[in-house]
């Protein structure tokens, strides 16, 4: 499942697709417009310093977690990191979080098991758990400046199932929910990239009363396969939406992901 971009540091997962910074108003755009952050051509972006934010997914060798429960934590962590504390105003993390946010968002699923785990898990960051799933998210990295700690870590390996079919369409409206393309073939780690921007869409195109609303109650969401004929529906909908840029596995301008938010009320 390795994936690169052409551009230094170790390879990633789904490294190039790319959910912009909100700094209008509107939110982010979603369509394929000039301010798209999903436009395929060098951009602006391109000339800041370039960093990427690894997630780490735990993977014992007889104890893997379910395919699902490693989607949504990917998800949920992404969002814990960005609404930290030490992500913002003048937090520890705050610098490189912006730095990382004005450039190509760059995300990197890698995995590890047993001494490795432990090792990363001593890094600055956080882990998340959820189901059987635990994913850890450090904050962002220049491409070539990976601790040795994460560099060295595998990013093939990383397919998952799930024992049981999850949920399909009928899910609790009081989450968010992040629909993955019925047509799409993507390995695990991919999918937990993809999932991964189209949660921090999400995020960015919320108030901040829906953001604290949704960070109170734990960021509650689900990650489901949409059904074809729903697919259709929501990416005519006009929600955020995660194009893939095209590197690896599937074809450019490729839609991955639509994610809605819960419901109010």
Known sequence: MNSTDGTAGPPGTDSNDRPDRPDRSDGPDRSDGPGSPFRQEPTSRDEAPQFVLPLVVRIEKTDPP??????????????VILSDERSSGDGEWARVMRDW?????????????GAEWRKASTL???TVTGGTAEVRVFPPVTLDGWPKELAKLQVSGTELEDPDEPPG?????????????????MSTGKEMAQVGHGAQL?????????????RAAGFPLVVRTAQ???WAELTAGGLPTVRDAGFTEIAPGSVTVVADRPDRG
């Open 101 to 113: 946010q004005d450039a190509r968002i760059r995300k990197v699923v890698r995995r590890a098991r």
């Open 228 to 230: 074809p004929g729903r």
């Open 124 to 126: 600055p960051g956080i």
């Open 169 to 185: 369409d009928g899910v609790d409206p009081r989450s968010a929910r992040i629909w993955l393309n019925p047509d799409l073939r």
């Open 202 to 214: 999400l995020w960015w195109d919320m108030d901040e009363t829906e953001r604290t609303a949704w």
């Open 66 to 79: 379910s395919r699902t429960d490693a989607l949504e934590a990917a998800a949920r962590a992404v969002l």
